[in-house]
């Protein structure tokens, strides 16, 4: 399958006061297509750096990015914006949710703001599709505080798959979660890859990362190790269950 993210020789260079800080150093690497990655490493390691830059929300000091075939360093800031938009999608680790904006309005928001011009019937089935993808579709008129922190983490996926990203890029997701949150919304994560789906996930929990397919970790701005692991499996009955409870607990709560 051919790279969605090709990276030659990467850095990143800040000027802070008299010593720059080397935050990636030479850092060359392939994501392809259909792959489902975890990027790891201790605080000061750079994947936050590497993230932002695969994201196109910063620019590397030098080297060179090439995102689904286009390259970086030629794009003016419109350019970058409309890349983002078209073929990236984002979740974090706060749900950056609109309080006074129902679950369906929320996925909407990215359509609303992309290059492509969408007709508000076709923005609300889209949106609709996305939180079925999530296994939210009954919880669409609801608003974030009306929602778990799980189901309000799952909006915000559905919210990233709005304008059908090529590279989904998620920055420690599960890290408000709970334990049995983070499986359920890792499980989400792996029906979106088994769809086709690439994505690359910043995490410091190594259990968090056994759900992924390669583990990429960085040190001191360097990619040290680059490994095909054998993925944790969240079976889809297991999934089923997780949700059952939640619906359990729902009803039990009023």
């Known amino acids: 399958m051919s790279p969605v993210v090709q990276l030659e020789e990467i850095h990143k260079i800040y000027d802070s006061g008299e010593v720059p800080v080397h935050a990636v150093r030479g850092v060359s690497l392939e994501i392809r297509r259909g792959e489902f990655v975890a ?5 000061g390691s750079g994947k936050s750096t590497l993230m932002n830059l695969l994201g196109c929300l ?34 974090f680790q706060g749900f950056n949710l609109l309080a006074r904006t129902t679950a369906l ?42 929602l778990s922190g799980g189901q309000q983490q799952r909006v915000a996926i ?26 359920e919304v890792m499980g989400v994560f792996q029906q979106l890859n088994d769809q086709g789906i690439t994505i690359v996930m910043v995490t410091h929990e190594l259990d968090i990362a056994q759900y992924c397919r390669r583990n990429l970790v960085l040190r001191d701005g360097r990619l040290v ?9 969240l079976a889809p009955e297991e999934l089923t269950k997780l949700r059952a409870a939640e619906a359990d607990a729902r009803l039990i709560s009023g």
């Open 225 to 233: 190790a680059d490994t095909q692991v054998a993925k944790r499996l």
């Open 58 to 91: 910063d620019r590397p000091t030098r080297g060179r990015f090439r995102l689904d075939g286009a390259d970086i360093a030629g794009l003016n800031r419109d350019q970058l914006a409309d890349l983002r938009s078209q073929k990236l999608g984002f979740v």
């Open 105 to 146: 309005e929320n996925v909407e928001l990215p359509m609303m703001y992309g290059p492509r011009r969408i007709s508000g019937r076709d923005m609300r089935r889209r949106a609709l599709e996305c939180l079925e993808i999530v296994g939210l579709a009954n919880r669409a008129d609801h608003f974030p505080n009306q």
């Open 39 to 43: 990027l790891m490493g201790a605080s």
């Open 158 to 183: 559905a919210r990233a798959l709005a304008n059908k990203p090529e590279l989904l890029l998620a920055d420690e997701p599960t890290g408000n979660l709970d334990s049995r949150t983070s499986v």
